[in-house]
């Protein structure tokens, strides 16, 4: 008897040890449900005034600077002398050209003259016929010389030209980058010039989401040390980051106030964005995967919980906007989900809606 009843005692006991397994007990965790709403957000960027068509002024030719015309900030009238290098070699060549085609000029004459000479005495059948071809292959030949040498003096009459740099419209300098005496390649700039007038104002953004929303509205432009405000409209948002991380958005300035716009002078920005319709859910409801963030979202029939990959559109103090990955009326858990794991039951605690 004594064995039998320690195989039903046995027994009984892993019943009741199977029962206590089976009983799951809920966590108390902060349920919120997920409801769709827009969100203003406010940015303010720091800026400066730049020349919206900006570009460098260089030499064709290579040569020792002789004259730089020109200070940062001068403004410039097209035609004006920006900055010469030494033009003798290119003035000799000039007169050497010149005289060569005053020679192959006076050539020519003579060649058309002894081809006539030559005509008019196989005309008047005194002159035999290859005198006449000796003399228009030559008159040929003075005419090819001729071209040659008119080409070779435009060559010398550009390369003068070049010795100069020389305004293709009214300018502004907002930059210098040589000084006399220095020699010049052919190709590397001297100064930067701006066209007049046109000026935008760039400002620099934190590489966040949502910054192509920029394009087309209108920033509140504030010149530093000024009660001063106009409207600048955003043309373009780079798509590259510059070298400290940030991102350029440039915002056109009328061309009415563009001339009172100093280049290099400090302005702020400021716009109000809404964003497209956005699930608000509280901030310690957002972890992490290997694919990017998430939520814990809760089954309302079962009360268990499953990880959920989500897309964040913005950060603030107490709340993450979502944009992807979450409908409205879903149920997420709040505060207790750092101790989640996939299926585990849940109810309603302290917090929720």
Not at 200 to 219: C, K, N, Q, W
């Amino acid at each position: 008897m004594s064995g039998l009843f320690r195989a039903a005692v046995a027994a009984g006991l892993i019943a009741v040890t199977a029962s206590a397994a089976s009983a799951e007990t809920a966590l108390p965790v902060q349920i919120v449900e997920v409801t769709e709403q827009t969100l203003p957000r406010d940015y303010v960027l720091i800026g400066s005034i730049e020349a919206q068509n900006s570009y460098p002024a260089a030499f064709r030719t290579g040569g020792r600077i002789v004259e730089i015309a020109v200070e940062v900030g001068d403004d410039v009238n097209r035609g004006d002398l920006i900055a010469r290098v030494d033009p003798a070699q290119a003035n000799a060549s000039l007169s050497a050209a010149e005289a060569s085609l005053a020679a192959a000029e006076a050539a020519l004459v003579q060649a058309e003259q002894a081809r006539d000479r030559a005509a008019n005495l196989v005309e008047r059948g005194v002159g035999t016929q290859s005198t006449l071809d000796e003399a228009e292959e030559a008159l040929t030949s003075a005419i090819s010389s001729r071209d040659q040498a008119a080409a070779q003096l435009d060559r010398a009459r550009q390369a003068v030209e070049d010795t100069e740099i020389r305004a293709i419209e009214d300018v502004i300098v907002i930059e210098r980058r040589a000084d006399v005496g220095e020699v010049a390649t052919a190709g590397s700039a001297v100064v930067s010039l701006a066209s007049q007038g046109k000026r935008e104002a760039v400002f620099y953004a934190p590489d966040v989401g949502g910054l192509s929303a920029f394009i087309g509205r209108s920033f509140t432009v504030s010149p530093r040390g000024s009660d001063a405000e106009f409207k600048a409209r955003v043309r373009e948002v780079s798509p590259v980051l510059t070298e400290s991380g940030t991102v350029e958005v440039r915002a056109e300035i009328p061309e009415d106030l563009g001339e009172a716009m100093l280049i290099g002078a400090t302005v702020t920005g400021s716009v109000t964005i809404t964003s497209l319709p956005i699930m608000r859910v509280p901030w310690n409801a957002l972890t992490a995967t290997a694919d990017g963030p998430a939520v814990w979202l809760v089954d309302p029939e079962t009360m268990r919980a499953h990880l959920s990959g989500v897309e964040v559109w913005a950060y603030a103090d107490v709340f993450v906007a979502i944009t992807g990955g979450l409908e409205e009326g879903d149920l997420v858990v709040g505060a207790g989900s750092q101790f989640m794991y996939d299926g585990r039951l849940v109810e309603a605690g302290e917090g929720s809606e």
